[in-house]
């Protein structure tokens, strides 16, 4: 039933910025309860870069903390993604995802809503 479509992808140079978003239809906030960013890149394995609970608690993975921030809009309805510093090894398809909350991290959760992606490229 839940329908993400993200945008904001495009090219940049190293230490520049890019913001992405996702737009949630047909969202039921009461059954996902964690949203989340994950990212792609050719021959490499699909990973969680940053989630988000129902009350505003976020995760990150390593490489990217202190440099990436996951939010969400009020209505809960939007998911974005401030992706500040870039390097060229965060180029990836970046893909955006709810799950229900399972009860532990956001992190671990079983996501089962996915978008169809969008790329970003960071030249050095």
């Known amino acids: 039933q839940v329908h993400l479509v993200e945008s904001g992808g495009g090219s940049v140079q190293a230490g520049g910025s890019l913001r992405l978003s996702c737009a949630a239809s047909g969202y039921t906030y009461s059954s996902y309860d964690c949203m989340g960013w994950f990212r792609q890149a050719p021959g490499k394995e699909r990973e969680g870069v940053a989630h988000i609970n129902r009350v505003g608690g976020t995760v990150y993975t390593d490489s990217v903390e202190g440099r990436f921030t996951i939010s969400q809009d009020n209505a809960k309805v939007t998911l974005y993604l401030q992706m500040d510093s870039l390097k060229p090894e965060d180029t990836a398809m970046y893909y955006c995802?709810?799950?229900?909350?399972?009860?532990?991290?956001?992190?671990?959760?079983?996501?089962?809503?996915w978008g169809q992606g969008t790329q970003v490229t960071v030249s050095s």
């Open positions: 995802a709810t799950a229900p909350w399972y009860g532990g991290s956001c992190s671990q959760a079983e996501y089962n809503y």
